[in-house]
């Protein structure tokens, strides 16, 4: 029994992950992996009731891992539609809210891109600058970010700052236009 847990150990302690990081980050990936299963989900009642408690247990789940690309790109992914799909018509300003919600979920997943990582703030200009640097990797944030931004100006007409973000999120889906035209279905 030594024999085999001292080199788990070694590989364990090489890798800097604990168990319970390993376990964090296999359960994120396969809930990345699971995620056309709640796409298409046939059944909207269902999938207006049971969205929340997905999106909250993975909002868990990053209180451990705060970084993981995964769970930030779900996250901003799922509020958005929540946001979209159920809250729109029948509460703007939830909707608001959680539009606003996805949207710190996409630009905390930006700022692990080498092109975002120094962003001194979100101004037009400082996007302006950093968004040429925007590569393959960083179109779900963009996508995302942008989609989210979008949806709060929508929702929130007489709210300036949410009127603020348009030209932002403008600036972000062009970045996706020229990265990834066919992302989410030629979303952008």
Not at 1 to 23: F, G
Not at 112 to 134: I, K, M, V, Y
Request: glycine share 8%.
């Amino acid at each position: 029994m030594r024999k085999t847990a001292a080199p788990l150990c070694a590989v364990l302690a090489a890798a800097a992950c604990s168990p319970s990081t390993i376990a964090l980050r296999t359960a994120a990936s396969l809930i990345e992996r699971g995620r056309p299963a709640i796409l298409r989900e046939a059944d909207i009642q269902l999938a207006k009731e049971t969205l929340p408690g997905q999106l909250k247990l993975l909002e868990g789940l990053l209180e451990s891992e705060p970084g993981n690309p995964d769970l930030l790109g779900s996250l901003a992914e799922g509020w958005t539609g929540y946001a979209y799909l159920f809250l729109e018509d029948e509460d703007p300003a939830r909707a608001a809210a959680f539009y606003r919600r996805a949207a710190g979920y996409g630009l905390r997943l930006l700022a692990r891109s080498q092109a975002f990582h120094n962003l001194g703030g979100l101004t037009p200009d400082a996007l302006a600058a950093a968004l040429p640097s925007a590569g393959a990797k960083d179109v779900r944030g963009l996508y995302w970010t942008a989609t989210a931004w979008a949806g709060w100006a929508n929702v929130a007409k007489s709210d300036p700052e949410a009127l603020s973000a348009v030209p932002k999120a403008a600036r972000l889906m062009e970045r996706v236009l020229a990265l990834d035209p066919g992302f989410d279905n030629a979303g952008p």
